[in-house]
């Protein structure tokens, strides 16, 4: 069974910084595309950013420039490093993955709130 677990969401400052992991299990991690996204309240759930098996990333234009995906294939963890944080960046964040088989799966999120 597959499982995606995140962690290191939290409260932040107006330009500050944060790291958000996410640990997958139950399949071969290296073969999945792995992406965030991002759901605020009252609004629909949105890709933020994603990494191909090949290390070939995408960003939304809203968060270009200030997140960094990364993975660490040792580890089966998939990061979101963002940086000079914005109010209207505050969100649920889940964790997703596609395999290659097509399957896609959802962590359980993690809050990100930044404050003005």
């Known amino acids: 069974q597959v499982q995606l677990v995140e962690s290191g969401g939290g409260l932040v400052q107006a330009g500050g910084s944060l790291r958000v992991s996410c640990v997958v299990s139950?399949?071969?991690?290296?073969?999945?595309?792995m992406g965030w996204y991002r759901q605020a309240p009252g609004k629909q759930r949105e890709p933020v950013a994603t990494?191909?098996?090949?290390?070939?990333?995408n960003y939304a234009d809203s968060v270009k420039g200030r997140f960094t995906i990364s993975r660490d294939n040792a580890k089966n963890t998939v990061y979101l490093h963002m940086n000079r944080l914005k109010p209207e960046d505050t969100a649920v964040y889940y964790c997703?993955?596609?395999?290659?088989?097509?399957?896609?799966?959802w962590g359980q999120g993690t809050q990100v709130t930044v404050s003005s």
């Open positions: 990494i191909s098996t090949s290390n070939s990333t």
């Open positions: 139950g399949t071969i991690f290296r073969l999945v595309t």
């Open positions: 997703n993955a596609v395999t290659p088989w097509r399957n896609e799966y």
